[in-house]
């Protein structure tokens, strides 16, 4: 087993060590199972009633956007205070004595949150897809699938986060993660809102596109990607696989600018 | 095995190691001595890669260090040794094994030896956040020779020890020489070191004032604190 696969081990094992970890997951799976009376009630449109497994499809695709979106400050708020706790608490010492790599370690670690955090809010995920099947004896197809794709966008926060955290105290890396990422979702949003068949009813004209928003980390437009595979409505405002580009390419250049520089620190 | 040359290290504008340069053979005891805020750590934190030189070179069987292949066979305890307060003494031996290539079965019976030969027996399920200074310190030597490591890097080993602990440390020391290994050795624990120790060096402002074997260092009817104190202060040794 190489040392990055076993630091990635120790990582998810000390994370499910502390009991604030299964609290929180706890937390999350009774608030999915409250809503779950939403799955029964009686609702109309313009007179006419809904039926239940359209119900149960349009709140479970709100509860997916939920879930990814709260992920993000779960993974922030985890990935915070690695480094500066690993180098108070000597597990860095512990493992850059041994025949470690610096980006052994900082890949390990970061594979490590980003898997339990993936897991974390598959769960939460699966939780809803059971639900509704148990509700509706329907299941959604492509629910886990798009579950799975946005965990790429967990990776993202993780990434920023670690490399906010070489230069800034510990909840300001985390506090300035989930601003960058807010930013991609007001824009994004906003945009996307704009540019709804019914708002063009109202709004002439087509809103401009500034150019630090194509550039910007699209992990709205990948969330949303995402939740296409749930809809399988036609993915709208950019190319199918530009959001992935984008946030893989932020991705990777973050987490080599991570090593680089934590490579030529003092430990 | 262990070679520096005119290795020199400033953070900022102050200098803590200047030009340092010596060699460290296989299967000598050398100790790195001089007073607080002398360099030696500085040294010592380069030689595992912690720290890199501003200027010069270091390398441990040729391999520069900073490498993780130089510290495949080292062993290191730091000054003032931390363990994960999560982790029991023997999970955290248990980590320091898988990543000296033991696992299950052989893994278990290193850790039971190694927590025997450093008397931590009985504790080594209880969290390190319960654990005494001398009993991490006792935790920390036990990963450093965990794995028959060819070399031995040990800042203040004695620290937090009592007396019955540092004879411990002594007889385990002796009998790792002994085998044909390695040992790197920063102490203010002069009568320690000259029990001990084959060479040593004398530090102080970041430069090395004297370098040689104990027998030679130390003169007739002199201690090595006699030394010591004449090197790092200048002045003539009051009897």
């Known amino acids: ?267 | 095995m262990i070679s520096l040359e005119n290795v020199t290290k400033k953070y900022g504008t102050m200098t803590a190691a200047d030009g340092v340069s010596y060699t460290v053979n296989r299967g000598e005891f050398f100790a790195l001595l001089g007073p607080n805020g002398a360099g030696k750590t500085t040294i010592v934190r380069m030689i595992l890669g912690f720290s890199r030189p501003t200027k010069g070179t270091i390398s441990i069987n040729g391999i520069p260090a900073g490498r993780p292949a130089s510290r495949k066979k080292t062993g290191y305890l730091a000054e003032s040794h931390r363990l994960p307060p999560y982790l029991s003494g023997q999970e955290y031996l248990m980590r320091h094994a898988s990543f000296c290539g033991l696992t299950g079965g052989s893994a278990k019976k290193a850790v039971g030896d190694i927590l025997e030969l450093v008397g931590m027996n009985g504790s080594e399920k209880k969290k390190a956040s319960s654990y005494s200074k001398g009993m991490s310190q006792r935790i920390g030597l036990g990963a450093a020779l965990l794995g028959n490591p060819e070399l031995l890097v040990l800042d203040e080993p004695v620290s937090g020890l009592d007396p019955l602990g540092m004879r411990d440390v002594r007889v385990i020391l002796e009998e790792f020489k002994n085998r044909g290994n390695t040992i790197i050795l920063n102490s203010h624990l002069l009568s320690e070191v000259e029990k001990l120790c084959d060479t040593a060096a004398i530090m102080n402002k970041g430069r090395i004032v004297i370098k040689d074997s104990i027998s030679c260092i130390v003169q007739d009817h002199e201690t090595l604190e006699d030394v010591f104190i004449r090197h790092v202060e200048g002045k003539g040794i009051r009897k």
């Open chain 1, 1 to 267: 087993m190489s040392n990055l696969i076993r630091i990635a081990f120790f990582t998810i094992k000390d994370q499910m060590r502390q009991k604030s970890f299964y609290l929180l997951l706890a937390v999350a799976v009774l608030f999915i199972l409250l809503i779950r009376s939403c799955y029964h009630g009686d609702y109309s449109v313009n007179g006419q009633k809904l039926d239940n497994v359209s119900v149960a499809w349009h709140a479970s695709l709100l509860v997916f956007h939920i879930i990814a979106a709260g992920m993000f400050l779960m993974t922030s708020m985890i990935s915070m205070g690695v480094f500066s706790r690993d180098s108070e608490d000597g597990s860095l010492v512990m493992f850059l004595s041994r025949s470690v790599g610096r980006w052994q370690y900082a890949l390990g670690r970061i594979a490590g949150i980003w898997l339990l955090a993936a897991a974390f809010m598959f769960i939460l995920h699966l939780t809803i897809f059971l639900i509704v099947l148990a509700n509706t004896g329907g299941m959604i197809a492509g629910y886990l699938t798009a579950s799975l794709l946005c965990s790429v966008n967990l990776l993202f926060a993780i990434v920023l986060t670690f490399f906010l955290s070489l230069y800034l105290p510990n909840f300001m890396a985390a506090l300035f993660t989930l601003g960058i990422i807010g930013i991609s979702f007001i824009s994004d949003g906003a945009y996307q809102a704009m540019n709804n068949q019914l708002v063009q009813l109202f709004v002439s004209g087509d809103s401009p596109v500034s150019t630090w928003r194509i550039y910007y980390p699209k992990v709205y437009m990948l969330q949303q990607h995402a939740s296409t595979f749930i809809s399988h409505n036609q993915f709208e405002g950019m190319g199918q696989m530009d959001a992935w580009l984008n946030v893989a390419l932020y991705t990777v250049v973050l987490a080599a600018v991570l090593l680089l520089d934590f490579h030529r620190r003092e430990v």
